[in-house]
């Protein structure tokens, strides 16, 4: 048996403590490795002068909705800080909530709570972020078996699912003040709400009370059943072969919504399918299409803010603020997706553009000649989005970008129907982009950075410089 020289599960079962947690209060400081752990101290930061990842930039919009996006590290930034536990204090909930039991765990599980444990308590704040990041943490893991690191990273998604007060996160919520849409902020007000009512218990648990859930889940059945009425009207002069069918599958889709076990899923994907099926063998393509318009008004948690919190009650603790931040923070989207059988685009920002969460997870491998069939304003957005990447660059802030906006102009245009000779669908305009200002502006920003000097000293300093690149700009233009 390989354990390691003290190990807190030994000093618990040796002093036979009752109290998980009283054993977790009282665990021996001497269970510390005897290496002391450096947390390096704060460098001059750089983020705040240039950047180097378009997901950073101040502002972005989506390049398909147009949506204001959360930039990626402050979407990380709150989930690792606010909305997880710290690592120490995670393990003593885990513990705390009976989700580990720290006596009835195999050997690798208890040898990996012991490590994170010993490693938390020098540093009670320390994030889970932090903790799986760190050089001294990384270098530890070398030396635990295969195992014991599985079951380490376990253990991160155990302490995913302990889950703060909905008075503190609706608090850091606000706090965060996210560039919240329609749907999100209908949903931030529902939680606002439920937090004022039980600001002690957790979203989740809220969520999931009787008398809670009920009041969701039947304003969302009330939705349901008016649009299946709806369709009556527009089936009811049909011939008898379409007309009885599509009666019977209304019938059928009221049971689904209304009788059906409540925590069946894909319960409005059936219902669809069991209509496209009548509506895919009707002559009359004008009513096949009237209904399928009706049924897409069906709600769902991405359109509705009932069928939002009946989806996310049964999820994990920490679901709803995942998916809340999931959905407004800036991603990265391939033009030419990642895993397309002919055509594999790659992972690199060559072949990125920004997109925000919900509209990522929406396209899929559709090309972008027909995706932007179903959304027109893409085509807009992405131009907007790209004048603003440019902006960026001229202002010498995004570095390492100065090649982007002709090689994505080149793969949006292939990928939304052109070739290189013909204009696609998407076909940006990328004749803001000023190389020769760029260069300028990153050299100010470096010197201002590197000295603290102020913008217009330094423009002073390097006026002909500067007026060197206005001059080259205007003879283009
Ligand atoms: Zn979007």
Redesign the pocket.
């Known amino acids: 048996m390989k354990i390691s020289a003290i190990n807190t599960y030994s000093y618990y079962k040796n002093h036979g403590l009752q109290n998980t947690s009283q054993y977790l209060m009282s665990a021996p400081a001497t269970c510390l490795q005897s290496d002391s752990v450096s947390f390096s101290g704060k460098t001059k930061n750089k983020s705040s002068y240039f950047v180097y990842d378009m997901r950073e930039l101040e502002g972005l919009t ?1 390049a ?4 204001k996006m959360l930039k990626a590290s402050d979407a990380n930034k709150f989930l690792n800080n606010k909305v997880y536990y710290p690592v120490y204090e995670g393990l003593n909930k885990m513990v705390e909530n009976g989700l580990i039991n720290p006596n009835r765990e195999n050997e690798p599980m208890q040898k990996a709570f012991s490590f994170m444990y010993k490693f938390s308590r020098e540093n009670q704040q320390m994030t889970l972020n932090e903790f799986y990041t760190n050089d001294y943490v990384k270098h530890q893991r070398k030396k635990l078996t295969a195992a014991e690191n599985k079951a380490l990273d376990e253990l991160r998604e155990k302490i995913k699912l302990v889950a703060h007060s909905s008075g503190y996160l609706i608090t850091e919520l606000t706090k965060l003040n996210p560039p919240f849409q329609e749907l999100e902020q209908k949903v931030y007000k529902e939680l606002y709400t439920l937090a004022k009512m039980r600001p002690d218990e957790d979203f989740n648990t809220i969520l999931n009370k009787p008398e809670i859930k009920k009041i969701y889940l039947n304003s969302l059945k009330a939705k349901q059943l008016r649009t299946l009425n709806n369709i009556q009207p527009v089936i009811k002069d049909l011939p008898y072969k379409y007309k009885k069918p599509l009666e019977d599958a209304i019938e059928e889709s009221k049971y689904i919504f209304t009788d059906e076990k409540e925590n069946t899923i894909h319960k409005r994907k059936r219902v669809i399918e069991t209509f496209s099926t009548i509506t895919n063998r009707m002559q009359d393509k004008q009513k096949a299409a009237e209904i399928q318009e009706i049924l897409n008004t069906l709600p769902n948690s991405k359109n509705d803010v009932d069928a939002f919190m009946v989806r996310v009650a049964k999820k994990d603790p920490n679901a709803i603020m995942e998916i809340l931040i999931s959905r407004i923070r800036s991603t990265n989207e391939h033009v030419i997706p990642h895993h397309r059988e002919d055509n594999n685009g790659p992972s690199n920002k060559t072949n990125y553009i920004c ?2 969460g ?2 990522n997870s929406e396209r899929q491998r559709t090309s972008y000649e027909i995706f932007v069939e179903h959304h027109p304003e893409m085509i807009a957005n992405t131009q907007r989005q790209m004048d603003k990447i440019i902006y960026f660059i001229n202002k010498g802030i995004l570095l390492n970008h100065d090649d982007y906006p002709e090689a994505i102009k080149q793969r949006l245009n292939i990928e939304s129907g052109g070739t290189t000779k013909t204009r696609g669908k998407i076909y940006l305009d990328t004749s803001a982009l000023d190389i020769n200002q760029a260069k300028v502006n990153r050299k100010l920003r470096e010197e201002k950075f590197s000295t603290g000097k102020t913008q217009r000293k330094l423009i002073e300093e390097f006026g002909e410089l500067y007026k060197h690149s206005n001059r080259k700009k205007s003879k283009h233009s």
Do not use: E, P, T, V
Not at 64 to 67: A, E, L
């Open positions: 989506c398909c909705c147009g949506i997109l925000c919900k509209c």
